[in-house]
C-alpha cells in the first residue's frame, strides 16, 4: 500500500518515512504541497499523511485540491500538525480529512489510525 507523505520538516518526515516502511508500507515523501500534488496525480497513492502548516501550499489546500478533484475525492487522509487548536481540527474535518493526530503522537497510534483508514475506507 503507497502511503504519501507530506511534511516541510525533514526530521519529521524522515522519521513517519521510517515507521511507515517498517510497517510494510511503500512511503512516498514530499516537503511539500505543490510538489505532493504533482506527486498524487502520478503515484495515486493509497493513502495520504499530511502536515497542516506549509509554505507554498499548506495541507488544507492540498486536501482541498485532493477533494475537488474526483480521481482522489475517496482517498483517505489524515492530518498531521503540531496544534492542537479545535478551529484547525475542524477546518481539517470540513475540508475532508479523514482524521486528524496531534504532533508528538505514540508510533503505534500513527500505525494504528492509518489501518482503520484502509480498513474502513478502503475495505482492505
Do not use: N
Amino acid at each position: 500500500m503507497k502511503v504519501l507523505v507530506v511534511d516541510d520538516d525533514a526530521s519529521f518526515r524522515l522519521l513517519v518515512t521510517e515507521i511507515l516502511t517498517g510497517a510494510g508500507y511503500e512511503v512516498l515523501a514530499e516537503p511539500d504541497g505543490r510538489s505532493a500534488w504533482e506527486r498524487v496525480q502520478t503515484e495515486h497513492p493509497d493513502l495520504a499523511v499530511l502536515d497542516v502548516k506549509m509554505p507554498g501550499m499548506d495541507g488544507f489546500e492540498l486536501l482541498h485540491k485532493m477533494r475537488s478533484d474526483a480521481r482522489f475525492s475517496a482517498l483517505p487522509v489524515l492530518m498531521l500538525t503540531i496544534k492542537d487548536l479545535c478551529d484547525d481540527q475542524v477546518q481539517g474535518y470540513d475540508t475532508g480529512a479523514d482524521d486528524y493526530l496531534v504532533k508528538p503522537f505514540d508510533h503505534d497510534i500513527l500505525l494504528a489510525r492509518l489501518k482503520v483508514l484502509a480498513r474502513r475506507i478502503l475495505k482492505k
